[in-house]
């Protein structure tokens, strides 16, 4: 197993603090954990509420857990609440389970680590993450498109999510 950097994972929250910016979202913060569910970095911009870096690793925790993004999590939580009760109680860490979790994959799609992003709405803490996981130059679910591929890997999503409509 490949181990993600320091300096890897701080690229990784200053791509997605960047693209945060672009897209004028409110403030963040950002999660980056290892392989085995340790914090590699974190960070919390300013203004950001309190607990979002609890949020933010819950997310990412969540979605190594279970090896698919967060927001996948928490539909597998709709559909068998009695397992993730169960999960949640042999869970090293807490298990946040909304949207902005995503898996960091090496370019063989071996993972390498999670990022959890909070702060905006869901789909938007998506979108910031997979930008900061590919100023890195590594790949998210997302970026697998042969069928062989995300069954091999066992990617359970392969469509990015969209902005919401305003």
Partial sequence: MRAISLKQAVTIIEGTFAEAEKLKLRSLAAVVLDAGGRVKAGMVQDRASMLRFEVAQGKAYATLSLGRPSRLVLAKAKEKPIFVDNLQGVADAPLFLEGGGQLIR?????????IGVTGDVNEMDDIAAVAGIHSAGFKSDYDFTDADDIHRLN???????TPPKK
């Fill in 106 to 114: 090496d370019a063989d799609g071996e993972v390498i680590g999670a």
């Fill in 155 to 161: 990617i359970k999503e392969s469509k990015m999510p």
